[in-house]
């Protein structure tokens, strides 16, 4: 065995090596020097204290000695060695033991000291035995132990690195340990995590289905689509029936929707079905009584009484539903489907009761609807805008949302008259008379209340056409009117007549008395102008009676100049705050009319003219004879009555002649003196117009000049 013998060199020459170092034996560096002699190795030891005494050294040193290769390898395996210094003086011969050291520790840091070097030592001691330094003695020793001192600082820092790879592997070991505690718990924890995320799973697929289910039920209103829904719902459940849906409209009767062959059938059968409890049940009675409502036999019923608030709500209070299964479920199984199926009753009964009342308002508005153009009048709702909201076919035939006045009467404006303002400002029923498209209408607005204690919220118009019965009216009063005249009429003549022929006829014999009297020329003019009074008096009554008809009714061939000097005398009161001005020629082309229907036309036009002029004005009557182009024949006779008043609006003139058209305050004018001057004029083949003359109005009347042989035929 070599001798061991461990020594300490101190790291400062000032003080002791233990109080200098201040570390414990673990903190020095282990140095194995290997020598041929224990002298060889005390001369190395002294070199190297020498160093570290004058602090070219840094941490102090554990010397070891080995004089043999055995003794090295058994230092080197029994403690750690720092910095292996192996002086000797065939370097060749110690490769092997440098090998096998290496081999040992590989964190040693070697040094092979030797006088002589060749290539060949040299190359074996870098390359296989991985030697730090190969130093020749030669050198001087302070080059020597600087390599020594790097080797030394090479040595620290793979014990360092030893001592961080021992902790870093007693920290991995430990965090191994936590590992696995770790994956363990963690394992246990996904577990758990991984049954509770499967049961989250399942509720989220089964809240999830019951989303789409309603969703598809909210989006479905025909009971069709949704007894199709539950069909679908239930399928995967083998010993349950197509669903079978009973509805209660009414105290007097009820309906069963069922499938056959996949086609679902309606039936409706008088009476009451019965409604179950509130609670989902097995109901043998009903099952009994479906199988002889339909005819066929029936299993086991499961009866789901569903709510319907929402039809009972609105007036339906005797309505009801009810959703049936056939079924052969045991009594386990029913529990099980009763759990799941509970979760859509609700969704399911909400569509079904908005899909009754869809369904039964559709009826309800469909039979008012009906109602409504079944009614002969027109009716509309109105809002406050004039725009119509709902209205019979009578109104329009078109549902558009338009205003009443332009689905109405074809109009931008508003309807003069309208009363629906009224009605919207007093809340109380107005009525009036519209003229519409030459129709006249009383137009019944009532109002609509959507609370009792707020304003009105719309109208209802109803349009009544009362153009025939007002035409039949205007022209009844017209005909007592002139009634009335002739019998006037009538009784003036017969109480004057006879007295103004006394007085012509004695004023006649009175002149013939006077003749050949002396200066009687004076009393003879007088006679002569009471003559001409009584003839003028008589003249103006019988002009009276054929204006009122009085006597016989013929056409006759008379000159429109004639007829105008006949009618002026029953119009001095209008005429005499005016200017007449009369042009009456053509006095020999005839026309065939009936003169006292023509007369009434000449006092409609001259006395419209005189109302017309709101100031003194000019009036001016021309009869005449048109010709047919330059030169042609005269064919067609005319009478214009002109006026210089304001004349008549461009956006009136296509109305004017429309029956109970007027501009007049009410009162003043039916509105028919127009139209039924037209009517008589064209009844005798003319026509009646108005003319562009100027500031004022110009109407014409033209007929057709008839000759003596027509007249005769």
């Known amino acids: 065995m070599p001798k061991i013998q461990p020594s300490l060199a101190s790291e400062s020459s000032a003080t002791k090596a233990e109080d200098l170092t201040g570390v414990t034996g673990t903190d020095r ?38 004089t043999s290769s055995d003794a090295g390898l058994a230092l080197l395996r029994a403690s750690q060695i720092d910095l292996l210094i192996v002086d000797q003086s065939k370097p060749s011969m110690w490769i092997d ?57 090479e040595a620290d820092l793979n014990r360092s690195q030893s001592a961080l790879m021992r902790e870093a592997s007693k920290q991995n070991r430990e965090l191994e340990k936590l590992t696995i505690g770790l994956e363990k718990t963690v394992e246990d924890r996904t577990e758990g995590i991984a049954r509770a995320k499967e049961l989250t ?4 697929d089964q809240v999830r289905h019951l989303i789409r289910l309603t969703k598809d039920l909210s989006q479905n209103i025909s009971f069709e689509e949704i007894m199709s829904l539950i069909r679908r719902e239930v399928r995967g459940f083998a010993k349950l029936g197509d669903p079978i849906l009973l509805l209660q409209t009414s105290t007097l009767d009820f309906e069963v929707l069922s499938f056959r062959s996949g086609i679902l059938l309606e039936s409706r059968f008088a009476g009451q079905f019965g409604p179950p409890g509130p609670k989902a049940t097995a109901d043998k009675a009903l099952s009994r009584k479906l199988a002889n409502l339909l005819g066929r036999p029936f299993m086991p019923v ?66 008012w609807e009906r109602t409504f153009d079944g009614l002969r009048d027109p009716i509309a709702v109105i809002d406050h805008n004039q725009q119509v909201l709902r209205s019979n076919s009578k109104f329009s035939d078109r549902l558009i949302h338009r205003k009443c006045h332009q689905s109405f009467a074809k109009s931008e404006a508003i309807c003069q008259g ?33 609370a009792p204690s707020q304003a009105p919220s719309s109208v209802v118009n109803q349009y009544i056409d009362v153009t025939h019965s007002r035409e039949i009216y205007a022209r009844m009063l017209q005909s007592e009117k002139m009634s009335a005249l002739g019998l006037l009429a009538g009784n003036i003549a017969h109480e004057l007549n006879n007295p103004l022929s006394g007085i012509r006829n004695l ?105 017309a002029m709101l100031q003194t004005g000019q009036l001016t009557i021309a009869t005449g004879v048109a010709k047919e182009g330059e030169g042609g024949r005269e064919s067609t006779a005319y009478l214009r009555v002109s006026d210089s008043g304001q004349g008549v609006p461009q956006a009136l003139r296509d109305k004017i002649f429309a029956p109970f058209f007027t501009t007049k305050t009410e009162g003043q004018g039916t509105g028919l003196g127009l139209s039924l001057s037209r009517d008589l004029v064209r009844r005798f083949g003319g026509e009646l117009s108005l003319k562009e003359v100027g500031p004022g109005a110009c109407f014409e009347v033209t007929l057709p000049i008839v000759s003596g042989q027509e007249g005769g035929q």
């Not at 060949?120 to 030669?138: E, P």
């Not at 009085?550 to 105008?564: F, K, R, S, T």
Request: with cysteine.
């Open 29 to 66: 560096r282990r140095v194995l020097f290997v020598t041929e002699t224990e002298a060889a190795a005390d001369a190395l030891w002294g070199q190297m204290q020498t160093a570290v005494e004058a602090g070219q050294h840094g941490n102090s040193y554990l010397r070891f000695v080995a």
């Open 97 to 153: 033991f440098v090998e096998q050291a290496h081999e040992i520790s590989k964190t040693t840091i070697v040094f092979l000291l030797s006088h002589s070097w060749s290539v060949n030592s040299l190359r074996d001691a870098i390359n296989r035995g991985r030697v730090f330094r190969a130093l020749n003695k030669d050198r001087p020793w302070p080059e020597i132990l600087g390599q020594i001192r790097i080797g030394a600082l």
């Open 201 to 204: 799973e399942n509720q989220l």
């Open 302 to 367: 499961m009866a789901f009484p569903l709510e319907v608030r929402l039809i009972q709500k609105y007036g339906f209070e005797s309505a009801a539903a009810v959703l049936c299964f056939e079924s052969s479920l045991i009594d386990s199984e029913q529990d099980s489907f009763f759990n799941e199926f509970e979760k859509i009753l609700r969704p399911v009964g909400m569509a079904v009761d908005r899909a009754f009342l869809e369904r039964e308002m559709t009826i309800h508005s469909l039979r």
């Open 418 to 450: 309208c009363p629906l303002e009224k009605v919207l400002a007093t809340g109380q029923l107005q009525s009036a008379l519209l003229n519409i498209e030459g129709r006249q209408f009383q137009v019944n607005s009532y109002p609509i209340f959507l």
């Open 507 to 611: 004023t006649q014999v009175l002149v013939a008395e006077t003749v050949n009297m002396k200066n009687s020329e004076g009393l003879q003019a007088d006679l002569l102008e009471i003559e001409k009074a009584t003839v003028r008096s008589q003249k103006i009554i019988r002009n009276l009676l054929d204006y009122s008809g009085e006597g016989e009714h013929e056409v006759v061939l008379i000159d429109l100049a004639e007829v105008v000097e006949k009618t002026l005398p029953l119009l001095k009161t209008v005429l005499r705050t005016h200017r007449l001005n009369l042009q009456l020629e053509g006095r020999t082309a005839k026309v065939k009319v009936d003169p006292h229907l023509l007369q009434q036309v000449v006092f409609n036009l001259v006395n419209n003219a005189c109302q």
